[in-house]
T-cell receptor, first 111, second 112 residues
């Protein structure tokens, strides 16, 4: 079946640093979604992408739909403490809108 | 504009029991999807309801069933609970067949 691989699995950030993460699929997607989940909460939709090559921003977050349609990237500029959490990529698992998710990239603050 | 709401927030059940979880979609949304999220994993799709019918189903046994009401709210029922059913159960709503789904806060189910 379809699989989404996210990397890195985890990373430590220092306030002010830029962060990059990516997601690859075993098959072609026509939509990519990025979510953030805080502990004990449900995922929150950050950015939705619909076209190969598309670059979309939401504040300090920028996501790109890879031109191969098998990958997507999320960048966070000038990170702040509230950026800590788990970031998931997701894509369509079927024609009717169910989603499959990667295992997430966990962002933590450098000690 | 009310977002997705779920109840209860936490639940503790014994193996073999049955449980019902509830979800109200975001205002204006007509489609409800349910996901199971184990610790350290991404959400796994259980099923999706649209127009009061199950439109799509993931790889979950028949012990998992659901319902959607005319007001678009939904229930997830799990029978004969197993220890492995312990997880965060997430409800997500969307409009029609759109892939953008908006999640509720989840129900944490613990099976002992």
């Amino acid at each position: 079946g379809q699989q989404l691989n996210q990397s890195p699995q985890s990373m430590f950030i220092q306030e002010g640093e830029d962060v990059s993460m990516n997601c690859t699929s075993s098959s072609i997607f026509n939509t990519w979604l990025w979510y953030k989940q805080d502990p004990g909460e449900g995922p929150v939709l950050l950015i939705a992408l619909y076209k190969a090559g598309e670059l979309t921003s939401n504040g300090r977050l920028t996501a790109q739909f890879g031109i191969t349609r098998k990958d997507s990237f999320l960048n966070i500029s000038a990170s702040i403490p509230s950026d800590v959490g788990i970031y998931f990529c997701a894509g369509p698992g079927g024609s009717q809108g169910n989603l499959i998710f990667g295992k997430g990239t966990k962002l933590s603050v450098k000690p | 504009d009310a977002g997705v709401t779920q109840s209860p927030t936490h639940l503790i059940k014994t193996r073999g029991q049955q449980v019902t979880l509830r979800c109200s979609p975001k205002s204006g949304h007509d489609t409800v999807s349910w996901y199971q999220q184990a610790l350290g994993q991404g959400p796994q799709f259980i099923f999706q309801y649209y127009e009061e019918e199950e439109r799509q189903r993931g790889n979950f046994p028949d012990r998992f069933s659901g319902h959607q009401f005319p007001n678009y709210s939904s229930e997830l029922n799990v029978n004969a609970l197993l220890l492995g059913d312990s997880a965060l159960y997430l409800c997500a709503s969307s409009l029609g067949g759109r892939h953008e789904q908006y999640f509720g806060p989840g129900t944490r189910l613990t099976v002992t």
